[in-house]
């Protein structure tokens, strides 16, 4: 039986179509040009009948199932888990050493060079590296950061332009272990002066320990003992020359804390560089330093038979290196001699007495 919307074609005719409607006997069909023809039903065959379609009626959601639901918060990417720093038993104690290395050392005139942190020791090092020149007081940052137990990093790279503002150099720093308790290391700034005509001598470059090449080594710290370079004020050494010079002109002796001479029973001897010499050019710290042991072993040399004298040695409070120096040569070559500190009142600070005895 024939229905509205069935496909059909034409027995007695070519084509067919979409049938319309139907009246009585008659179906009209609709052909692909969109023209309605009527036909008897009898002479339409029926090619496909009308599918069934039936329309669901989709239940509005909810105005909770609505609602995008929240992704389910993800746990954190976990770090990966860090290698275990290997320790040793000698790396309980800190080892810092700061090194320069050329590129081509066999070309020294030509050649950039490289700076370079040696961490020798079991903890992780926050430091700051910084330098600047003799025409300045302020620092410049080279580097800062980490540097891991057991590492040496290369710092920085330079060349022959960057020398004028590299003559001090200074090394902050913070040692911490990560992940286990640890011994509290004190932090420190440690400065020292770099001589850098060296980077121009093949022979100022040395074997290492911790590098294959020849290098120029700063020990900043040994075996948790920061480096205490002997620093002279070039400013306080004029201004001292100059004082010596007026009071020369003026013929009149220096105060007692200025020359060696007897005060009743004491014997005060001025260990400043500026009063044992009149031109200092040339002379490098260790120079300066031997100078000053030779007049005080004079000195001593010329009274350890005069049993009770006291002598005064002025050697002025600094970092304490001539000081270490002249008690270091008591102990071994005077040990019976009395040494305590001088009077402040008199000589100040960094004055040490010393009592002669048998």
Partial sequence: MVKVNDIVRFLNDVGGGKVTRIDGKMVYVEDEDGFERPALARDVVVVDHEKSRTMTYEKPLDIKTRLVEPEKPTKPAQPAPQEPVFETEE??????????????????NTTTFYSNLVNDSN????????????????????????????IQLQLDEFGHDDLNSMTHVAVQYVAFKQGKSFRLKNPALVEMRLDVTKFYKLHC??????FEDPVIELKIVTNDRPARMM???????????????????????????KSSKNQGEIIVQDLHIAELLDNLSGLSHTDMLNC??????????????????????????????LRRALLDELRRRYPRCAVQDAS???????????????
């Fill in 91 to 108: 790396g309980e104690v800190l080892n810092v050493v700061l090194a320069y290395d050329a590129k081509e050392l066999k070309h020294l």
């Fill in 123 to 150: 903890y992780y090092l926050y430091f700051t590296y910084m330098t600047r020149g003799d025409e300045s007081l302020e620092w410049t940052t080279r580097y800062h950061g980490i540097v891991e137990p057991n």
């Fill in 205 to 210: 470059f040395h074997a290492s320990e911790y």
């Fill in 231 to 257: 620093h002279i004020d070039s400013g306080e050494l004029e201004t001292a020359m100059r004082e010596k010079k007026r009071q020369e002109r003026q013929n009149k002796p220096p105060h007692a804390s």
């Fill in 292 to 321: 000053q042991l030779d007049k005080f072993r004079e000195v001593m040399e010329a009274n350890k038979n005069k049993l009770g004298q006291k002598i005064v040695f002025i050697h002025g409070k600094g970092e304490g290196v």
């Fill in 344 to 358: 402040f009142r008199e000589y100040g600070f960094g004055a040490t007495q010393v009592t002669i005895h048998k």
